[in-house]
């Protein structure tokens, strides 16, 4: 079968699927659960690629709910990543309800073809996007090995087809001081909440020395729990951006030297850990990229725009690894930006569906050009 026919064959089987996979986003939608607590989305989503010819492996490289589902065996493989975590409080504001359901349907869209095509269609369920760097866990467990090319769409309140995102760290702070009554002993004692106000106070001075696309924002967890009690313990939690990993580490460094000033400047003990892995800046493969805005302008989405690095995702790391391509879709129309209760409701409208659609198929027709290509050039060199 010519390659265009393929195309317009996978294009009719995703919209055959069209109910199961709108019923998935739904559902997804209306059971939110967050990072590492995907039990029931990640089962779902292994039974809909089980009862169309996909092996499954849930739980799957030592993350209870990942999963991992395979086809075909062609000498091309493109992974279609999944996410399906949900906000606290805000349940699917950053829409991740269509990002599983967009996965699901490029494969069950390219599983009949997928040996025609040349291809070997990996789907990865990832968790833990929104906090825990899910990606990167199963990258450095082996879960890309092997892999020529990785996909994902995200909704959006504007279309980017050359996604970009800010490196992102964390970073726990705990200090150690020592108790003592503020006005019988108050010279024994060693002021945690105080090493923390010389650290916040540092960090505002360092703000203004910073490149403009470095961030340092966080939050105070714990600073004493009664005004007559020199507090021996004080903790916070801060995350910092910059536009490149590279960038990052520079970044880490000089905000790490101010909580230490705080503990030399009031004799306590600070314990800097981090939580989770980075999150790597997006950087999306030309050729991939070139392959997506042709689909997506073939069916008929809006003309992209270009767009600095915005948000932060572990797709990021996979995109050191391999050729990756990480597309927004507009679902608003800048109604309402990602985070935003409002883009929760969003994620259930009838835009969200046909991104939802139109998602599947740009990815499903991008990886069968892919191996097309792949296939061609094959037969050039010999």
Known sequence: MPLTATKQAVHERVHAHRAELLALSHRIHAHPETAFEEHRAAAWCAELLRAHGYIVTVPAHGLDTAFTASLGSGPVTVALVCEYDALPELGHACGHN?????????????????????????VIGAPAEERGAGKALLLEAGAFDGVDAAMMVHPCPVEVADFRSFALGTLSVRYTGRAAHPSLNPHE???????????????????????????????????????????????????????????????????????????????????????EPDYLDMRSDPALLAL???NAAALGRPEPVESGPFACTDMGNVSHAVPAIHPVLDITGGACAPHEAAFAEAAVGAEAD???????????????????GRARGRATNT
Do not use: K
């Open 98 to 122: 269509l990002i599983a359901a967009a996965g699901l349907g490029a494969a069950l869209g390219l599983a009949p073809y997928a040996d025609q095509l040349g291809l070997t269609v990996r």
């Open 189 to 275: 004692g060693r002021n945690a909440a105080d090493a923390l106000t010389v650290a916040q106070v540092a960090l505002g001075l360092l703000r203004q020395h910073l490149p403009p696309q470095w961030r340092v924002h966080g939050i105070t967890t714990a600073a004493g729990t009664a005004p007559n009690l020199i507090p021996d313990s004080a903790s916070a939690e801060y995350e910092i951006r910059a536009s490149a990993a590279e960038d990052l580490a520079q970044l880490r460094a000089r905000v790490e030297d101010c909580f230490r000033a705080g503990a030399l400047a009031t004799g306590c003990e600070v314990t800097l850990d981090r939580p």
């Open 292 to 294: 997506w805005r042709a």
């Open 354 to 372: 046909q991104a939802v659609l139109d998602g599947a198929v740009a990815m499903a027709w991008t990886a069968a050009d892919l191996a097309a």
